[in-house]
């Protein structure tokens, strides 16, 4: 016995039905908009294939499990070298490597 649509056709979703996208309201064939997924849940909206993104992998922060080690366990600078104990920082203006050179002079301005 073939199904009420027909052989192979899906009656919950035909070929030719219309669907509006939830996103941009544009209207595209049904079969072609996406269910929308928030957070691994979904939302219920649909999405054209222009609207439509991937769950954000940031929303899953702590759902799997990173192992990712300290390098060394309680580690100390070296306190005698020259490069562990300077502290770097940025000043323009008074930074004895920073050479900034001026001239002031006039300047003459014709109207015509």
């Not at 770097?88 to 301005?109: A, D, E, R, S």
């Amino acid at each position: 016995m073939a199904a009420a649509g027909g052989a192979g056709t899906n009656t919950t979703r035909p070929r030719w039905a219309l669907g509006q996208c939830d996103i941009c309201g544009f209207h595209y064939r049904l079969n072609d908009l996406k269910e929308v997924i928030y957070d691994q849940r979904p939302t219920g909206s649909l999405a054209c294939p222009t609207c439509w993104d991937l769950d954000n992998p940031q929303l899953q922060l702590g759902r799997t499990k990173i192992f990712d080690p300290q390098s060394l366990s309680n580690p100390r600078p070296d306190i005698n070298r020259p490069g562990s104990t300077g502290l770097f920082g940025w000043l323009p203006i008074g930074n004895p490597l920073t050479n900034i050179q001026c001239q002031v002079g006039t300047i003459t301005v014709l109207i015509a």
